[in-house]
């Protein structure tokens, strides 16, 4: 291949590149998009349903302004550090890659090497440029931007749940935008990539979006009706309004209907446990008992308005009787205290630190069970209101946010089909 066959090749036909490293579900319309980011000339902003590969062609644009604009100074902006590091080593692998190597060897006649190949930077034999920073730079919204700038900017969902629930993280992120305007270079630009959250996000700041849609005809391509069905079912419906519709509605006030009960208390035997502690103030300690077989989640459910401590002897009576093997708690507030007491009257305790945010936590987890959750007999009717009476902004969410716990222990979705790549 010759030089100027290889830079139209890659220009012309990304997803093709795409191919030829495994990125076999990549088509006509990820190839206009990673072309845009690529050669667009303006800031830009691309909105679309989630699961439809938009971080994958961020990260092909990424390789690809480093192989073919090896003197542009780029920076890649995700939510935390740790969301941008999975790609910065999703861009290494790819220009590790052996046809890679071959194509940079037709373009410049060298072989292509890692200067700096970092959890956050890149850079490689290509650059000429002499002023030290690195070709790309990854970095989460807190980091410090001062002194710094790029050529080339891309925000990949800087907007995430902590927008939509909190006015302050909305406002933190619309400054952090604000700055990047600031450190983009003359004649740069930026381009932003993501699903919207609420609609006073960081996005009304932005280009106004070209939008898809999950049912845009190219979309439906990659998100088939049934898949779409399913995905609908298992969220509520201001999130899925939100990811996969791409617009705003009010939050729904109903999200659990309908519970089934009255199943033999004997469904829950050798079950896992969860307990939810209240420790002071108004919040209920919740706890409960959960199995799944002949394809029913089966659930033992009890609430109390009281400290957690008031209620060793309750629950360890409910340990015993249902043979359980292990139970689960959170050690956030009380750093482990509530574990080590029921550890010393028997109790077969796993702590954890919760990350999720509760809400998300309980509209997935919990939600995409529901219909196959039986509420056993013993399980307090208290318990259950709490969780059929579940909106975002209730007042006590003691008993989902126990439920949505034991259903993200039981529950294990099936993975999407993956390839060699990172899929978003």
């Known amino acids: ?12 036909n990304p997803v093709k590149f795409a191919h030829m490293l495994g990125f076999t579900k990549l088509g006509n319309l990820h190839n206009e998009w990673i072309r845009e980011m690529l050669r667009g000339k303006n800031d830009k902003t ?20 480093i192989i073919l604009l090896p003197n542009k100074r780029t920076l890649f902006m995700r939510k935390t550090d740790a969301d941008v590091k999975e ?26 090497k890692m200067i700096v190949s970092s959890a956050t930077e890149i850079s490689t034999n290509l650059t000429t440029d002499i002023k030290g920073t690195s070709q790309l730079v990854g970095t989460g919204i807190g980091s410090s931007l001062t002194g710094k700038h790029f050529d080339y900017i891309f925000t990949d969902d800087i907007i995430n749940i902590n927008d ?8 933190r992120t619309k400054t952090v935008y604000q700055e990047l305007q600031n450190i983009k270079n003359r004649g740069g630009k930026i381009f932003n990539t993501g699903t919207p959250w609420h609609p006073e996000d960081a996005f009304t700041l932005m280009p106004e979006s070209e939008k ?12 088939s009706d049934a898949l779409l069905a399913e995905i609908k079912d298992n969220m509520s419906p201001s999130l899925f309004a939100a990811n996969y519709e791409l617009r705003h509605i009010a939050t729904e006030e109903v999200i659990f209907e309908n519970p089934q009960t009255g199943a033999p208390i004997s469904n829950v035997m050798n079950g896992i446990m969860h307990i939810d502690a209240a420790y002071h103030g108004e919040d209920y300690t919740a706890w409960g008992v959960m199995t799944y077989h002949d394809d029913c989640f089966y659930l033992y459910g009890k609430l109390r308005r009281k400290s957690v401590d008031d209620l060793y002897g309750e629950i360890m009576s409910d340990y015993d009787r249902l043979l359980v093997p292990k139970t689960y708690m959170e050690d956030n507030a009380d750093k482990g205290f509530a574990a080590k007491e029921l550890r010393k009257l028997g109790m077969r305790v ?11 936590k309980i509209v997935t987890h919990l939600k995409a069970i529901w219909k196959k959750i039986i509420f056993v007999e013993g399980t307090d009717e208290e318990y259950v209101q709490q969780i059929c009476d579940y909106f975002e902004d209730a007042e006590h969410d003691d008993a989902p946010d126990d439920a ?5 222990l039981l529950y294990k979705p ?3 089909e993956e390839n060699t790549a990172i899929w978003y």
């Open 1 to 12: 291949m010759t030089r100027q066959q290889a830079i139209e090749f890659l220009i012309n």
């Open 46 to 65: 691309l909105q679309a349903s989630r699961g439809t590969y938009k971080t994958t062609c961020v990260s092909f644009a990424l390789a690809l302004i």
């Open 87 to 112: 790609v910065i080593k999703q861009v290494q692998k790819i220009l590790c890659d052996p046809r890679t190597i071959y194509l940079v060897q037709c373009i410049y006649g060298v072989t292509l």
């Open 164 to 171: 939509r629930i909190s006015k302050a993280e909305r406002e």
């Open 212 to 223: 898809y849609d999950c049912y845009h005809p190219e979309i439906k391509k990659i998100i």
């Open 350 to 360: 796993v702590t954890y630190a919760e990350t999720t945010n509760k809400y998300i």
């Open 404 to 408: 949505a716990c034991l259903s993200r």
């Open 414 to 416: 099936k993975k999407q």
